[in-house]
């Protein structure tokens, strides 16, 4: 335990020589950028493909990111934030991405089995039906919800951490989250799922 | 039996949402993307000769705002290089023009009389009009560069517009504020000098007299100023004694008459074959109605501020075969004020010079207190 504070130390301190020499001058800030970015690109990338529910979106969103975080680099007080500053942008350039998505959907052909609802179906052809319509009842969801989901259930933020990241008050986090839950319940029950399993005679 | 099936909703099933949400984890980044990331800030990477070059093109700025600024306010003041009406001249008593005020190109300064002193053409006008723009921008830069790291990485980047608004700071709309007022301040007094590119320090005096020996008479038009006519003589030469001021503030040299130009704009250039200066002897300043006074060839001289001198210019006509010589002029051919030719004439308003002021070198047209009108013995006017 101590040495592993230890480290903390030692990288807190390293982040702030570092902290120091870009304010100094002596870092050039494109260096300092693509170090913080390419240190960070998997976390953002990761949650981009968990929003987005497509890589290539994901990738596409996280260049488009990366782009728009290097021309407002100048407005990071904190390079010691930059995870938490970059994700944010991630998060916003993904929400504008849904939004676009919601302008222009994409028609999905029908499946060959037909009406998934009422089928029976094996366990694991059965997840992937759940799956498919979690797919369906989170891409129903507004942008902004189906982001607090995933920080929330993906990377098991606590509701403070979501208002920090997203610079939204907590009670907008919980707020978000109860009508997300409660109209993926309501997009499942549409597609004939129930939340309890019962056993009828 | 019926079974429901089980849907991942709800407090108690958070973990299959959760493992929902990590099935749709593509995982660690593409290379693909890591490279692309990478080109990000290497694409915009500002020149690093920049980073030398804004604080020292900044400084540069803000002099030459500064003495722009200063320039203007000096011109605006009562105490302005050209304030109150021109000086008399020094030459002698004028005849003809005597009760002619000067006419100038432009407008004088408001209140004060004054006129620009310096030259505002040329380089010296790109100069001081576009250097308030230019300016305006570099303290922008400069105000952001050195009042905030981020503002100052923005500006690194971007440029000084960028740097100026990336500045976080409760008190930046101070900083925006003043840099706006600072460029529309610039633009204002760029745009009012912008106005004065044709004011030219070199006038004529209130001196001028036309050769006796040719001369018709005067007559005074409506627009206020004279016309002197005298008799075209094939091949023969007009003479003609003008004064030249310099109402200006700073010394200037008039260096040659420029012929081009008097042919161009000057109809009766056309029978005319070249235009000679002839200057009083020696350094003498001032000037005299016989035109032999002027005895020295025409060689570059220079007029102080305020002061003038006499000339004489001679006309070397053309033989011009088909235009019959003007008429006679009578014995009291001097004394002929309200002369109206009887035939036809072409008029010469305005003498094409060059000088140098401040080692720029300028062209003006002098426009003379009275034309001097060439009179045909008969209407034809080509020669």
């Known amino acids: 335990m101590r040495a592993r504070r230890g480290d903390d130390r030692a990288k807190d301190g390293q982040a702030v020589a570092a902290h120091v020499a870009l304010e100094r001058g002596r870092v050039d800030p494109a ?32 260049h488009d990111a990366a782009v728009l975080a290097w021309r407002r680099f100048g407005t990071l007080h904190d390079p010691d934030r930059f995870e938490q500053w970059f994700c944010r942008i991630v998060l916003n350039v993904c929400r504008d991405r849904l939004r676009h998505q919601r302008r222009h959907p994409v028609v999905e052909l029908p499946s060959e089995d037909g009406e998934r609802g009422g089928l029976q179906a094996p366990d ?34 606590t509701v403070d951490d979501i208002a920090r990241r997203l610079d939204i008050p907590a009670g907008t986090v919980k707020s978000r989250l109860h009508h997300a839950l409660r109209r993926l319940r309501t997009e499942m029950e549409r597609q004939g799922w129930r939340e309890e399993t019962s056993d009828e005679a | 039996m019926r079974r429901e099936r089980k849907a991942s909703i709800g407090a108690p099933a958070e973990k299959d949402l959760q493992a929902w949400l990590r099935a749709r984890d593509a995982g660690p980044a593409p290379e693909r993307l890591r490279m692309r990331v990478a080109l990000v800030a290497e694409e915009t990477r500002p ?50 023009s005597e009760n002619m005020l000067p006419l100038m190109p432009v407008g004088p300064w408001p209140r004060t009389g004054a006129v620009l002193a310096v030259p505002l053409d040329g380089p010296l006008l790109a100069a001081l009009v576009a250097l308030p723009f230019l300016a305006a921008l570099l303290l922008m830069a400069y105000l952001a560069r050195r009042s ?19 500045i976080r700071y409760p008190r930046a709309w101070i900083l925006r504020l003043a840099g ?38 005067w007559r005074s038009s409506a627009g206020g100023s004279d016309e002197m006519y005298m008799a075209f003589i094939p091949g023969g030469q007009l003479r003609a004694t003008l004064d030249l001021s310099n109402q200006g503030e700073l010394p ?40 032999g006074y002027y005895s020295e060839a025409f060689h570059p001289f220079e007029l102080p501020p305020q002061g003038d001198t006499s000339l004489v210019v001679i006309l070397h006509l053309k033989e011009c075969p088909s235009v019959e010589p003007g008429p006679a002029p009578g014995p009291d051919a001097g004394s002929n004020r309200n002369y109206l030719p009887a035939t036809s004439y072409v008029t010469i308003g305005e003498l094409p010079l060059r000088y140098s002021m401040l080692g720029i070198e300028r062209e003006t047209e002098v426009r003379l207190n009275a034309a001097i009108s060439l009179v045909f013995g008969s209407n034809a006017v080509t020669c």
Do not use: N
């Open chain 1, 31 to 62: 260096d300092e950028f693509t170090r913080l970015a390419d240190r960070y690109l998997d976390t953002a990338y990761r949650l981009a493909s968990v929003v987005l529910g497509d890589p290539t979106e994901a990738e596409d969103a996280a």
């Open chain 2, 148 to 166: 905030f790291a981020d503002a100052r990485r923005s500006a690194a980047q971007k440029g000084a517009g960028g740097g100026l608004w990336a």
């Open chain 2, 252 to 291: 200037l040299t008039v260096t040659s008459f420029d012929m081009q130009r008097f042919r161009v704009e000057q109809p009766a250039a056309a029978f005319i074959s070249s235009v000679e200066l002839r200057l009083p002897p020696g350094a003498t300043m001032g000037g005299s109605y016989d035109v």
């Open chain 1, 124 to 157: 694991r052809a059965g997840q992937l039906l759940a799956r498919d319509a979690l797919d369906r009842a989170f891409a129903r969801l507004e942008p902004d919800h189906q982001i607090v989901v995933a920080l929330r259930f993906y990377r098991d933020l």
């Open chain 2, 47 to 96: 020149r690093r000769i920049w980073a030398l070059l804004r604080p020292i093109s900044a400084v540069a700025g803000a002099a030459a705002a500064a003495i722009l600024i200063l320039f203007a306010a000096t011109l605006r003041g009562p105490a302005g290089p050209l304030a109150g009406r021109p000086s008399p001249t020094t030459g002698p008593t004028p005849t003809a």
């Open chain 2, 180 to 217: 706006a007022m600072l460029a529309a301040t610039l633009i204002v007094v760029g745009c009012d000098l912008l106005q004065f590119s044709q004011s030219s320090p070199l006038q004529y005096g209130s001196f001028e007299s036309g050769d006796p020996t040719f001369g018709l008479g």
